[in-house]
């Protein structure tokens, strides 16, 4: 069973940093796209950032570009999410999803989750003060 589990999230002051995992169990993320998504009460779902199977294209989302970095390390089968400076506009639900197409999870316009190869159950981040 292709399953992701993302951790990382939490409670942080504004300006703060956190760094989100999604971790594939059941399969090799090797061969996959990754992407993460946000979405936050009452919005609609966003795709934040996308990586390439071999991490040499990356697609960040105008509203995070230069806060949000995603990356991935094939050998631990974990893709990351390196948030800084965080705002209160940045708390939502986020999670990961894998496909063996790049062009399908990273496109601007989210799909379904069932669209995906695989996708998690979503870790919470709230930024407050």
């Known amino acids: 069973q292709l399953q992701l589990v993302e951790s990382g999230g939490g409670l942080v002051q504004p300006g703060g940093s956190l760094r989100l995992s999604c971790a594939a169990s059941g399969f090799t993320l090797d061969d996959y796209a990754i992407a993460w998504f946000r979405q936050a009460p009452g919005k609609e779902r966003e795709r934040v950032s996308c990586?390439?199977?071999?991490?040499?294209?990356?697609n960040t989302q105008d509203s995070v570009k230069g806060r949000f970095t995603v990356s991935r390390d094939n050998a631990r089968n974990t893709v990351f999410l390196q948030m800084n400076s965080l705002k209160p506009a940045d708390t939502a639900l986020y999670y990961c999803?894998?496909?063996?197409?790049?062009?399908?999870?990273?496109?601007?316009?989210?799909?379904?989750?069932?669209?995906?190869?695989?996708w998690g159950q979503g870790t919470q981040v709230t930024v407050s003060s």
């Open positions: 990586i390439s199977s071999s991490g040499e294209v990356t």
């Open positions: 999803a894998a496909d063996h197409s790049f062009h399908r999870v990273c496109a601007s316009i989210p799909q379904p989750p069932q669209s995906y190869d695989s």
